[in-house]
């Protein structure tokens, strides 16, 4: 089965449009959650490209001794609909495919601007990485450039689910710029 490890990065929220300029691709995305557990779908639908897909997911994440699955399923329009009532935490997303070489080698950034109503309410870059490995090999500029919180590693806090509730999304933004600002 997959691990999935990953680092995130708290972006400026006001940089949507620096992102959207060097992004390889883009999405907008629904993502619900089913009942307490870490069952989530995803409707995910390509933007910016003549013709645009949707692509529907089921995922089923599991913190297991010392490493996190992630199982992802393709899933049916119709099954998405259906789970989508079911859904008990609800939330809208842009993400932005950010593509860089560095040493000969290509990584791929995710960078999510949640949303409610239209406006963007937190910015968080994420980062795929091999098990084991604690840090990117680097940061992209752009992404260096806007980022104004790192989280520990595998901090809860920070999850999709988490900032899926506005509220707590944004007192944690707040927190984090207090910490910043008391900091600087």
Not at 25 to 34: E, H, K
Not at 62 to 85: K, Y
Not at 117 to 140: C, R, S, V, W
Request: aromatic share 12%; charged share 30%; net charge negative.
């Amino acid at each position: 089965m997959p691990t999935e490890n990953e680092r995130k990065f708290v972006i400026d929220v006001a940089s949507e449009n620096k992102f959207s300029d060097r992004a390889s691709s883009g999405f907008t995305i629904r993502q619900g959650y089913l009942d307490h557990s870490s069952v989530r779908i995803r409707e995910k639908v390509e933007f910016g490209k003549k013709k645009s897909k949707t692509l529907y997911e089921f995922c089923y994440k599991c913190q297991t001794h010392e490493r996190l699955i992630e199982i992802e399923q393709p899933l049916s329009e119709r099954d998405f609909n259906d789970l989508w009532l079911l859904a008990t935490i609800k939330l809208e997303k842009t993400r932005y495919n950010i593509e860089e070489k560095h040493k000969g080698k290509d990584y791929l950034w995710e960078i999510d601007f949640f949303k409610t109503k239209g406006e963007t309410y937190f910015a968080l870059a994420e980062h795929e990485m091999p098990e084991g490995q604690e840090n990117p090999d680097f940061i992209p500029e752009i992404i260096a450039k806007h980022l104004i919180y790192t989280p520990a590693a595998n901090d809860g806090r920070f999850t999709s689910k988490r900032l899926g509730n506005i509220s707590y999304a944004t007192k944690l933004l707040e927190s984090v710029n207090e910490l910043i600002s008391t900091t600087a």
